[in-house]
């Protein structure tokens, strides 16, 4: 539902109705365009979200916590200064225009004081101006004297409301009637170009209220008429809008329109977080895979080098056994390769400054160090690919990540191995979240969210249940507690159905997972979060599945 004047009345009226009379408890401006109200009213504490983005313009109630600044902004100070523990005494709407005003009875140890917040909700002209007695106070964004504008905002200068639009009221009923009778063409074209306070969508559900042919009256009636049937819309299983009349569809109704704009922004917002999160973390790992992949590409160009150290040890020997026919000064000497079985001859270079036997032992330290190189390096790649390997898994648990909760203590795992530092005021000890949990045909399956959980999920579960995981690809563990009964072969094909689904592999058909006993499972000693040894297991195919229907909470964590 767009911010149109429509939609805005509705949610100024029950905003009226909840706050007025409600104390400003806390002020604070939470990014560059939003602010947020602590307010303490007759019904309980309430959040009133006042966002200024040219996106996501609105006045709304939200549960959401938003992270805070340091240090606030100038216009949150100044709403600190004359609106802390300031009464509301109303909230209203200009009528038929984007712009809500709330009214504030202010009281100091020196006086007391009529204030006015008007919230212009108008897109990217979006802004919030603190008033007194008609004068500005303070305006979110302010424009300079030397400007080229129409309004003046600044300190000191008199308030005016934006300019208004010329389009007829939806009240005015000959009005319409008029224009109507001049109209040919797209009714939702026709309403949202000349009826007032109406965006395109809307106009486009009061074209589809009444046929696609409103008349005067009807129009009126749906714009003016309080009659309300407050909704959240749905596609493809997630929230996609909000609306204060219910048009059909896939819907959930709401009691009231600031429920179903709370319920539909709220999402929106954890969404913005969950994606940005996703984003930072996914950037991290994929940082740290290019400077491992540049560092195996270094390796293999070493190894490279040392591919010849064979040949260097043969031409040592060769110079040993035929060291009676060389003499000092000799630029190179040929000799038969004894490797050779088609008894071949090797070219061999001397330095003509060194006796023969120190020319053999010139090619002998040569191939010591090709071979010390090589182990070293050899163990580098080992080490190289198995921290690539353990990246890889990171990044598939954060494909599978479900919400922000997941995300945190994949967070915590990238600052335990110095990918992401430690930006926090006060560190804090993570909350320990419950593992994904299942109950499928009278059996708790259990399954790790992250390489932490996946380790602790190891320590959680019993000898004798079973363990899974994917064969060839990184995912959660997964555990079946068996309480010492005998799994069925749905409850198995089911728990591998999950394993599947939360791994790289969840876009494949048939995925093959290893399932054992949990005491075939080792932890090998000092190595990475998620890795595991096993043995003594068997493979089944499956194709992923999630199986939501059948999960449950599960917050016995202790180990």
């Not at 490797?339 to 003509?352: A, H, N, S, T, V």
């Not at 921290?387 to 967070?411: F, G, V």
């Amino acid at each position: 539902m767009p911010q149109d004047a429509f939609t805005i009345k509705f949610v100024t009226d029950e905003l009226k109705d909840l706050l007025t009379g409600g104390k400003i408890s806390k002020i604070t401006q939470t990014d560059r365009e939003s602010l947020t109200f602590i307010i303490y009213t007759r019904k309980g504490t309430v959040k009133l979200d006042i966002c200024l983005s040219a996106r996501r313009c609105r006045i709304s109630l939200t549960d959401c916590d938003k992270p805070v600044p340091k240090v606030a902004p100038g216009f949150c100070m100044l709403l600190r200064k004359h609106l802390a523990n300031a009464e509301i005494t109303d909230v209203a709407q200009i009528p038929f225009e984007r712009v809500v005003t709330i009214d504030f009875d202010c009281t100091s140890e020196f006086e007391r004081l009529k204030m006015r917040l008007y919230v212009e909700i108008m897109g990217k002209y979006s802004n919030a101006v603190l008033t007194h007695d008609g004068v500005i106070l303070g305006a979110l964004k302010t424009t300079a004297i030397g400007e080229n504008t129409r309004r003046v905002l600044f300190s000191g200068v008199k308030y005016s409301l934006p300019e208004p639009q010329d389009k007829i009221l939806p009240d005015d009923l000959p009005a319409l009637k008029r224009a109507l009778s001049e109209n040919s063409g797209d009714a939702a074209r026709f309403i949202s170009n000349r009826v007032k306070g109406v965006a395109y969508s809307t106009a486009c559900d009061i074209a589809e209220a009444y046929g696609g042919a409103p008349s005067a009256e009807d129009i009126k009636e749906y714009i003016c008429g309080d009659k309300l049937s407050p909704c959240v819309v749905y596609d493809g299983g997630a929230p996609v809008d909000f609306k204060a009349k219910n048009q059909g569809g896939n819907v959930k109704p709401y009691q009231t329109v600031l429920e179903a704009q709370k319920a539909f922004y709220d999402y929106a917002y954890e969404k913005q977080v969950f994606d940005e999160a996703e984003k930072e973390l996914a950037g991290a790992v994929s940082s740290a895979e290019k400077k491992l992949e540049k560092r195996l590409q270094q390796i293999e160009e070493r190894l490279l080098d040392c591919r010849d150290a064979e040949s260097v040890k043969l031409k040592g020997e060769l110079i040993t056994a035929n060291i009676y026919a060389i003499s000092r000064g000799d630029e190179s000497f040929e000799a038969i390769n004894y490797y050779d079985e088609k008894g071949g001859k090797i070219k061999i270079p001397l330095d003509r400054s060194l006796s023969p036997s120190q020319n053999a032992q010139k090619y002998y330290k040569r191939y010591a160090k090709l071979k010390r190189t090589q182990e070293a390096v050899t163990a580098q790649k080992t080490e190289t690919e198995e921290r690539l390997d353990y990246l890889n898994s990171i990044r598939a648990h954060i494909k599978t990540a479900e919400n922000l909760s997941d995300l945190e203590e994949i967070r915590e795992e990238l600052k335990r191995i110095g990918l992401i530092k430690e930006n926090e005021q006060k560190k804090r000890k993570p909350e320990i979240l419950p593992f994904r949990a299942f109950k499928i045909h009278g059996f708790t399956v259990l399954a790790g969210r992250n390489n932490i959980q996946n380790d602790r999920l190891l320590k959680r579960i019993a000898p004798s249940d079973l363990w899974l995981h994917t064969q060839g690809y990184h995912s959660s563990h997964v555990a079946i507690l068996t309480e010492g009964r005998e799994v069925p072969g749905e409850t198995l094909l089911a728990a591998a159905e999950i394993c599947a689904y939360y791994s790289d592999g969840r876009g494949g058909t048939k995925i093959p997972v290893d399932y054992t006993q949990r005491k075939f499972v080792r932890k090998p000693p000092a190595s990475n979060a998620g890795f595991v040894t096993y043995t003594d297991y068997k493979t089944i195919l499956v194709e992923p599945k999630n199986h939501a229907d059948e999960s449950e909470e599960h917050t016995d964590e202790k180990i």
